[in-house]
């Protein structure tokens, strides 16, 4: 039986040439500052960033914090998107860890905030209240069908912090996937935000890590809030050597994720009791629900992985599978197959 593992793009596996090139990775103690291929991971991923300066840590989770507990200080307030991942799905970090105030807007289908939300939550300088500090946006937003927001409103948002006297945080966990879809360069898309963290380890296929990047004097104090999070690492060429090869070689291939996916969509919103939007499908992540039957979508994820295909439910009713490196049209196949199947 054919095995398809649609539950998320973590779930990418590296490649022979990428473990080829960690093997031979040259490395040295990076706590240090002194091991070169994380230095040149940071080069690469600050320059592409259009950034000045770049961190490797060891995990998306990780990168946001680090981003946040540099930008806040204990007690400051951050905007965010109440379907954001920072808010939903980081173990409330930012508060148990850095003391601060997350203050979440309704995040709009597209995964935007209403920037005149954003601008009447911002406080006053009042000592009743938080002091209001940063912005944090998502890009591509998880929770809203993987949108990738648009360089227009992106410099929108980052003019109103601006005049908010606020910072501007990008979890850019999927930044490629938006820049591709968008058809820009990833460095438009954050040109004027103080800070972007994005991963390696999901359709990029680097078995571990993320990067976050801004300027020199910022990833100075993140570098020092890194190591008082135990994120200090010593040899780590041998992974980061995996990041350089993903920004090699792994970036453009995206689009046939995202080809994938839209497939996938098409082929869901043909099959009856199954209720999709296949248009807003735009980057590799796709949602749907199951629709007019007995059905629940608990039990379509079981009665699927019995099939081998594995997706996951996000709650509300949604369904949530994931198009990465490693899924083939041959996967797509088979997994419309066995919805069409169990759907009847």
Not at 68 to 79: A, T
Request: net charge neutral; glycine share 10%; aromatic share 6%.
């Amino acid at each position: 039986m054919r095995k398809v593992e649609l539950r998320s793009d973590t779930f990418t596996l590296p490649g022979e040439a990428m473990r080829q090139a960690m093997a031979r990775a040259e490395v040295g103690d990076d706590v240090f500052g002194e091991d070169p291929s994380v230095n040149l991971l940071q080069h690469m991923a600050a320059e592409r960033m259009g950034k000045d300066a770049a961190l490797f840590v060891p995990s998306g989770a990780m990168a946001n914090l680090v981003s946040l507990l540099s930008h806040c200080e204990r007690g400051d307030e951050m905007y965010l998107g109440n379907l954001s991942h920072i808010f939903l799905y980081e173990a409330g970090s930012s508060a148990a860890v850095g003391g601060i105030h997350p203050h979440p807007l309704p995040n709009n289908p597209d995964g935007t905030l209403d920037l005149e939300s954003v601008e009447a939550a911002v406080r006053t300088d009042d000592i009743h209240f938080p002091r209001s500090r940063l912005l944090c946006l998502e890009n591509t937003h998880n929770r809203c069908w993987g949108s990738p927001i648009s360089q227009g409103y992106m410099e929108s948002a980052w003019i109103l912090a601006q005049r908010l006297g606020l910072k501007v945080h990008v979890d850019g966990a999927r930044i490629w996937n938006a820049a591709l879809a968008e058809g820009v360069a990833p460095k438009d898309l954050v040109r004027n935000c103080d800070s972007v963290s994005f991963c390696l380890s999901k359709g990029l296929g680097a078995p571990v890590g993320s990067v976050i990047c801004g300027s020199e004097e910022f990833i100075q104090r993140a570098r020092r809030v890194r190591k008082q999070l135990g994120g200090g690492m010593r040899q780590a060429g041998i992974i980061a050597a995996g990041g350089i090869y993903a920004l090699n070689h792994m970036v453009e291939r995206l689009a046939e994720d995202h080809a994938l996916a839209r497939k996938l969509a098409n082929g869901i919103a043909g099959i009856e009791g199954l209720e999709i939007q296949a248009e807003r499908i735009r980057t590799n992540i796709i949602y749907f629900r199951v629709a007019g039957s007995n059905m629940t979508a608990a039990m379509l994820v079981e009665r699927m992985a019995e099939k081998g295909v594995r997706f996951s439910a996000s709650g509300g009713g949604l369904l949530r599978m994931v198009t990465h490196y490693g899924i083939t049209e041959e996967d797509i196949d088979w997994t419309l197959k066995a919805l069409k199947l169990i759907c009847k």
